[in-house]
């Protein structure tokens, strides 16, 4: 218990460097001098650019990066399989399709969020339905499931994307990979993020039971059924505000809980606030990268985290054998 | 002074899809008492075992632990009067040797609770008992298929159930450790009024550690009755449709095919 609250301590320490990082990088040289500054009275135009511009949107990557980061745990729990991510039962293919119909019928602004929002969850409900059909509600038929809708999902994105019309395609190929350039609302993400957390840590160490294979973990006390059903709710929620505040932003739903497996081991109880504070760390500084590595040009951070997260996660498994 | 009965059945029918297991069974399982379950293969030994776990309703009839029904016990209380020794373990993901002991340990823990220093001491002690001292670091998936199956039995012990249902607990284990473990779990049953219900493909090992016995001879058609009568190269012939012979030693019966 006490190396769990050092982990934690270190993470959150992570997680706000990350924070004072995005505030203080970006164009015309603003840094964190005009926000030290601002807490002793002193008001000024570069204070504006730092809480108007940037806290926003690291706030929002941050909300994001947890939201992802908790929901792939949860989701390799549910399906028993270390390579599932928050995406995989088709959560952001359906808010694609919601958000680019939209686009393509012209909507903007709020309305696209709207749209991501209200695909993720008839997805959600969609699979669901689907899945359980007549009782049988395993792991397997739950991800071939997801798997083929959200198949279904991308055929069509690949529909849309071939209707629209040029000016509007580089917004929605950019809304594919992840973007935090627009976010909505990053206040609501993170208290997305803190309410799914609060949720799924009573469930901790029953997760980590249920790690161990449905039987062994029935057998133990735990009410299986219940404590999948709230998995599949609270993994989806957590995808669908993710892609609602930033499109499909791949990898850190995926590689987060991973790297954490990895360097801290298989407690829940500690691995799921590590994933959020984790994966939220990750998105701000692949954000920050993704907006002043090629200034003023600006890179989606969906490429940015692929970017970041392939060689890590293969270092990391290349110097871990024998598992 | 009267043995307490741990778990009961009444008028117990099992199914499984249109096969049937067992039909009206009635059996009652003492504090002290090790059964032993033998049919063929796909007789349905398995799923009766998880009906009397609790993992699977029966078809008709009722399970008692301690007299009570047991689909109206709590689940956690149930975990702690019966444990399950898989025939199989599933290992997804990552863990290590002690983790995997410890979630034996979550029927006994309060919502919020963490596991404490008697926690680990039990742990420790199932993995000493299994003869797994000193693995406690080690990753479950560099284990032998041996070790994998120690590792079960000392969650099984960290549990600490007063009912073990073991489900072919000497799968994947060495003469040695067959004997050694059966031995040892044989006598601490017997110090702390425990029982244990094996099912097995060995009718010599059943003969050598139980002292009752199931027979499932497939169609519902079942046996129960005391170890030394049931197990005749007769019966077991009929169980599993190829002659047997009966060979008594000074070690107890031994069987072998004919």
């Known amino acids: 218990m006490r190396r769990a609250a050092l982990t934690l301590t270190l993470l959150a320490a992570l997680a706000c460097a990350s924070l004072a990082w995005a505030l203080s990088r970006g164009s015309a040289g603003i ?59 088709g959560v952001s293919g359906g808010a694609a399709v919601g958000a680019l119909g939209l686009m393509l019928a012209g909507a903007s602004g709020w309305w696209i969020d709207a749209g991501a929002a209200g695909g993720a969850l008839a997805s959600m409900a969609l699979v669901f339905g689907i899945a359980h059909g007549r009782g049988a509600w395993t792991p397997l038929r739950l991800l071939l499931t997801g798997v083929i809708v959200a198949a279904g999902w991308g055929a069509l994105i690949g529909l849309l994307l071939s209707l629209a019309p040029d000016p509007g395609l580089r917004g929605m190929v950019f809304w594919l990979m992840g973007d935090l350039s627009t976010p909505p609302a990053p206040l609501a993400g993170l208290a997305v993020l803190a309410a799914g957390l609060l949720l799924a840590l009573p469930l901790a160490r029953a997760l980590n039971v249920l790690a161990h294979g449905e039987l062994t973990a029935a057998s133990l006390g ?33 590689v987060t809980p991973h790297l954490l497996r990895l360097a801290i081991g298989a407690d829940h109880r500690l691995l799921l606030p590590a994933a959020a504070l984790a994966g939220g760390s990750l998105l701000v500084i692949a954000d920050t990268l993704a907006r002043t590595v090629i200034a003023p040009q600006q890179l989606p951070v969906g490429t940015v985290t692929a970017l970041i997260g392939v060689p890590l996660f293969l270092w990391l498994l290349h110097g871990r054998r024998g598992d | 002074m009267a043995t307490e009965i741990l778990l009961s059945t009444h008028a117990l029918t099992v199914e499984v899809g249109a096969k049937r297991v067992c039909a009206g069974l009635d059996l009652e399982v003492r504090a002290g008492e090790r059964w032993g379950v033998l049919g063929g293969n796909g007789v349905g030994k398995t799923t009766l075992l998880h009906t009397l776990a609790g993992l699977r309703p029966p078809a008709a009839g009722e399970v008692r632990v301690l007299g009570e029904p047991l689909a109206r016990l709590p689940r956690k209380r149930l975990a702690r009067l019966l444990g399950l020794l898989p025939q199989d373990h599933e290992d997804a993901f990552p863990a290590s040797v002690l983790e995997t002991v410890l979630i034996g340990r979550h029927p006994h823990l309060g919502h919020w609770g963490w596991e404490g220093e008697a926690d680990l001491a039990c742990a420790r002690a199932a993995l000493a008992e299994v003869g797994l001292a000193g693995f406690e670091a080690r990753r479950v998936g560099s284990l032998s298929g041996g070790e994998r199956r120690r590792l079960g039995l000392a969650t099984l012990l960290a549990q600490a159930p007063r009912l073990l249902l073991l489900d072919e607990p000497t799968n994947h284990l060495d003469i040695a450790h067959q004997i050694g473990l059966l031995g040892r779990l044989a006598a601490r049953l017997e110090a702390g009024h425990r029982a244990w219900i094996m099912v097995s493909h060995d009718p010599t090992l059943t003969a050598r550690f139980c002292d009752r016995v199931l027979l499932l001879f497939g169609g519902g058609e079942a046996l129960v009755g005391p170890a030394d009568v049931l197990l005749s190269a007769g019966h077991l012939g009929r169980l599993y449709g190829h002659p047997m012979r009966r060979l008594d030693t000074d070690q107890g019966p031994v069987f072998a095919p004919a």
């Open chain 1, 222 to 254: 735990v009410a299986v059924r219940p404590l999948r059903y709230a998995l599949y709710g609270l993994a989806s929620l957590l995808a669908a505000g993710a892609v609602t505040l930033a499109g499909s932003v791949g990898f850190v739903g995926l």
């Open chain 1, 31 to 89: 840094g964190l001098g005009a926000l030290l500054d601002g807490l002793r009275g002193i008001d000024s135009p570069a204070l504006a650019v730092i809480l108007e511009l940037r806290l926003p949107r690291a706030l929002a990557a941050f909300a994001t990066g947890g939201m992802l980061a908790l929901s792939g745990a949860l989701m390799q729990v549910l399906l028993r399989n270390p390579l599932a991510d928050p995406y995989v039962l």
